[in-house]
């Protein structure tokens, strides 16, 4: 399978994982006040994350960099049948674990409301996996296309399968 994909299709599945490793550094403020070491590494991407996509495109409408990114590739990449299908479904697997993420994000904030501040330590478990969880999902899947293969995450790349195939 290797043989048929391009070192430069390989390169683009790679950072499509920029997206959803960036925006989960929101996460993973506790590890990182744990782990300083963690700080340095993630430090790039906590770099993407506060000045591009936190950058306020349209405050009124609440759209940001991230948002503008997030169109930009659905529309330009992801709708184009000349863009490889490798590419594509990495894309995809970036956009649904970026939908994870908001999903978790939204998950919290109804948890800190609801527990009003006794529920710290679920609230840190909480975080702390998610902030893992993507992270590991996109070391996985980035390795993965280096070497030129699709990923196996249950649930997302079966998701990622079926809308690349459309």
């Known amino acids: 399978?290797?043989?048929?994909i391009s070192a430069q299709d390989r390169f683009y599945a790679?950072?499509?994982?920029?997206?959803?490793i960036s925006a989960a550094v929101v996460f993973g403020n506790?590890?990182?006040?744990q782990v300083p070491y963690l700080l340095e590494v993630y430090s790039p991407f906590i770099w993407l994350y506060r000045n591009v996509l936190?950058?306020?495109l349209v405050?009124?409408?609440?759209i940001n960099g991230e948002f503008a990114i997030f169109l930009a590739l659905y529309l330009l990449v992801l709708r184009n049948p000349q863009v490889s299908r490798f590419v594509r479904f990495n894309l995809i697997q970036?956009?649904?674990?970026?939908?994870?993420l908001f999903i978790a994000q939204i998950l919290?904030?109804?948890l800190e409301l609801a527990l009003a501040g006794v529920g710290g330590y679920v609230l840190t478990v909480l975080v702390n996996t998610t902030f893992m969880g993507i992270s590991l999902c996109c070391i996985y899947a980035i390795a993965r296309a280096v070497r030129a293969e699709y990923t196996d995450i249950p649930g997302i790349s079966t998701a990622a399968l079926i809308?690349?195939?459309r």
């Open 1 to 4: 399978m290797s043989a048929t």
């Open 94 to 100: 970036a956009f649904l674990l970026q939908i994870v």
């Open 30 to 33: 506790t590890l990182f006040a």
């Open 163 to 165: 809308q690349t195939d």
């Open 14 to 20: 790679s950072i499509s994982y920029i997206l959803p």
């Open 108 to 110: 919290v904030q109804a």
């Open 54 to 56: 936190m950058l306020p």
């Open 59 to 62: 405050p009124l409408l609440g």
